[in-house]
């Protein structure tokens, strides 16, 4: 018998708008034939306070208790596990990225923006990361393998999971990073993204080795750059910092607090330009850095981490954009353009542009909004999941 959660009166309207998230406060009771059958991740089944089906999902401790996996009464196997992946490569085939030879890296699986909540799949040349954000999903890893092999043939050779840091801390499985399938002979591999190239290290480096998401907004970069002085802080493996150089930036230098992450983006600069490229590299807080730099740069990038990992410290978080936006508002030459972005999903995209305005109010500059960004087509929004919307940006002309 699949465990059975039953809900309090009224909490299944959220459900039958199709939000796949149920929070423990909604749960009424269990039903379960054997209290291991509710353990962190086990499948369960949800229904009303009145008894009627409503879903299918991973049960998990904490906050939101079940991850839907579907409104259907349906077999969750691996013939299930084989169409939700050959849904999402379809997606990514009809974003015309499956068999474009100038990028050949992207996102397969998105969460909740491809009805998998907990999951990301990412693809770098013939091998796919794994990375399991839920119990439920770290559970079915084996299955997910096998779409992944049968959705893509021989077209992948080696599949790699690396959830060790992104399954919840109290789970306690003892999670260890390794392939799931095939094996790798390099440490690194080089990988195209609108024909500029990378160097990916899956095994050791952040999130799944590479941000797949500013893959659009680093094209933008690119279109702004001839000709100006370009600060990229927070530039991990340099991609902004790559993209600018390519669109005939002056010069271009990179701000990270991880002497690792400026190393591997003067690498990436030297793979793409050569060993005279332009480009310097500063091992710094990037905040403090930003505290004095004069009116040498008229492009800035501010790409910072989720500074608000969830509303207790929204607060903060956004003092902290504020400050920063507003040192660098205050400095950036006159005709300046700044890139500014947060990818933190609890700060709403207005939040984020009020607090951006408050930082050139302090700064008592001239600002126009050129752009709105957000995140690439291969990390889509789920329709019934706005929470989905993480990464939010803003392009200003700075007078």
């Not at 309090?8 to 959220?14: C, F, L």
């Not at 929070?23 to 379960?32: E, L, M, N, T």
Request: charged share 25%; aromatic share 10%.
């Amino acid at each position: 018998m699949i465990p059975q959660i039953y809900l309090r009166r009224g909490k299944e309207e959220s459900l039958l708008r199709r939000h796949p998230w149920i929070f423990s406060g909604a749960i009424d009771y269990i039903k379960a034939e054997e209290e291991s059958e509710i353990a962190e991740g086990a499948l369960v089944e949800v229904f009303d306070h009145k008894g009627a089906f409503i879903a299918r999902g991973h049960y998990q401790i904490g906050s939101i208790a079940v991850r839907v996996l579907s409104f259907e009464r349906e077999e969750i196997d691996q013939a299930w596990w084989n169409r939700r992946l050959r849904v999402a490569l379809d997606v990514r085939r009809t974003l015309a990225l499956t068999d474009d030879p100038s990028t050949t890296c992207y996102r397969l699986v998105h969460g909740e923006g491809d009805s998998l909540p907990g999951l990301v799949v990412d693809i770098y040349g013939s091998t796919a990361v794994v990375q399991c954000h839920s119990v439920g999903m770290y559970r079915s890893r084996q299955q997910i393998a096998g779409a992944i092999r049968t959705a893509y043939g021989d077209r992948i050779t080696a599949i790699y999971d690396k959830s060790s840091q992104t399954l919840p801390f109290k789970a306690d499985l003892g999670a260890v990073d390794g392939y799931l399938w095939g094996t790798s002979d390099h440490a690194s591999q080089v990988v195209l993204e609108n024909g500029e190239k990378f160097w990916v290290n899956w095994e050791k480096g952040q999130k799944t080795g590479f941000f797949l998401d500013q893959r659009e907004n680093r094209e933008l970069v690119k279109r702004y750059a001839r000709g100006r002085t370009v600060l990229n802080t927070f530039c991990y493996t340099g991609g902004f910092s790559v993209y600018a150089l390519s669109g005939g930036a002056r010069e271009v230098c990179s701000v990270d607090s991880s002497e690792r992450a400026v190393a591997l983006a003067t690498e990436n600069m030297r793979l793409n330009f050569g060993p005279d490229a332009p480009h310097s590299e500063v091992a710094a807080d990037a905040v403090e850095y930003l505290r004095d730099i004069g009116d040498r740069y008229d492009l800035i990038i501010l790409d910072p981490p989720a500074f608000a990992k969830h509303h207790k410290v929204l607060g903060n978080a956004m003092q902290g954009y504020k400050r920063l936006n507003a040192r660098a508002l205050s400095q950036i030459r006159p005709g300046g353009i700044l890139f500014t972005f947060s990818c933190s999903q609890a700060v709403s995209k207005e939040l984020f542009r009020t607090t951006v305005f408050s930082a050139a109010a302090i700064a008592g500059r001239r600002v126009r909004i050129l752009h709105q960004l957000t995140q690439p087509a291969d990390h889509p929004i789920n329709i019934y999941h706005p929470e989905g919307e993480y990464l939010k940006g803003l392009v200003l002309y700075v007078e």
